[in-house]
């Protein structure tokens, strides 16, 4: 279908609409056989994802979501009936900068009277390795904001992207080229055995959401969580394969891996996290234990790693 210019149709507003997850969701409503009257919520709605999207008939809002300009985030939420809300840990590297932006979006949204606050969330990763790894605080900060939500009394459905398979191809500090110049090692702190959810979050993750808000047996209350059981040495595997390389997956000790890291200029703070991050999946799984919500629910199949992998541009694949 496309956007809806009804005023009966529910308004969904989407926090990071420009982005993978909220322009994922916004793509799946788009789709979907239900009218939907759609506002997204961007801080440059000149860029080409936001115009592309104010083509369609979606209603772009420049707002930039802050504490300190708390009234904007209520008027972007006005005569809202659905919000899907996510914050960005790397706008701020800080916890607690992201908790109170969270609940900025959770405040903003209960005071517009949605009948659906969708919040992106993650489980806490020193909570679910019971403080073994608490560098990961995107994943901690997530979680107190869905705490925050439920106490709240918000109307609220938790979604949980699934490990994003951008970070196989997009992992440069990975890909190790050995002696021979021709094979690689995809180096990782945990083990190859270890199954994560993967997931192509521009594609597919706005199907999760999508069927939260339509299908009757979800809606307010549900938890879904995104992705695809595969192994590491499964990932690496397929990944050899589209490239023509030798690739093999090998763990190292997290030191070796952080030194290894490359020079940005956040490596202190996103080397650390990450490496916890991985290595909480080694040790208690992606989302702690618990699988990926059925794929049956959704409006249609989301990507495999075969497909997502034969769609990596060259470029993008060791020379």
């Excluded at 997204?40 to 080409?48: A, E, F, H, I, N």
């Excluded at 659905?82 to 405040?107: C, H, P, Q, R, S």
């Excluded at 903003?108 to 073994?132: D, F, Y």
């Amino acid at each position: 279908m496309a956007v809806s210019k009804l005023t009966t149709a529910p308004l969904a507003v989407i926090v990071g609409i420009t982005g993978k997850q909220g322009g994922s969701v916004a793509r799946a409503l788009i789709a979907s056989e239900r009218p939907y009257r759609l506002r997204g919520l961007s801080r440059d709605v000149t860029k080409p994802a936001a115009q592309d999207f104010s083509k369609q008939g979606v209603e772009m809002v420049h707002v930039t979501l802050s504490v300190d300009k708390a009234e904007d985030a209520y008027n972007a939420f006005a005569g809202a009936d659905i919000a899907f809300t996510m914050t960005n840990w790397n706008e701020y590297l800080d916890k607690e900068k992201e908790i109170a932006v969270g609940k900025l979006l959770v405040d903003a949204a209960k005071a517009a009277n949605v009948k659906m606050l969708i919040w992106s969330s993650l489980p806490s990763h020193t909570e679910i390795s019971q403080g073994r790894f608490s560098l990961a605080q995107f994943t901690d900060s997530k979680a107190a904001v869905e705490v925050y939500a439920r106490a709240s009394g918000a109307p609220l459905a938790v979604a949980m992207p699934g490990f994003w398979s951008g970070n196989i191809a997009g992992a440069f500090y990975a890909l190790k080229r050995q002696g021979d110049g021709s094979s690689y090692t995809f180096e990782m702190p945990f083990p190859g055995t270890t199954r994560v959810p993967l997931s192509d979050t521009a594609n597919d993750f706005g199907l999760y959401v999508q069927a939260q808000i339509e299908r009757g047996e979800l809606g307010v209350g549900s938890e879904v969580r995104a992705g695809t059981m595969i192994s590491m040495d499964e990932i690496v595997e397929e990944f050899a394969r589209v490239s023509g390389k030798t690739i093999v997956y090998k763990e190292v000790e997290l030191d070796a891996w952080l030194e290894a890291f490359p020079s940005i200029p956040i490596k202190g703070i996103l080397a650390p996290a990450l490496g916890d991050m991985y290595r909480t999946f080694g040790a208690v799984g992606f989302f702690g234990g618990k699988l990926p919500t059925d794929p049956e629910i959704l409006a249609r199949k989301p990507r495999t790693w075969k497909e997502i992998a034969e769609l990596i541009p060259k470029e993008a694949l060791p020379a």
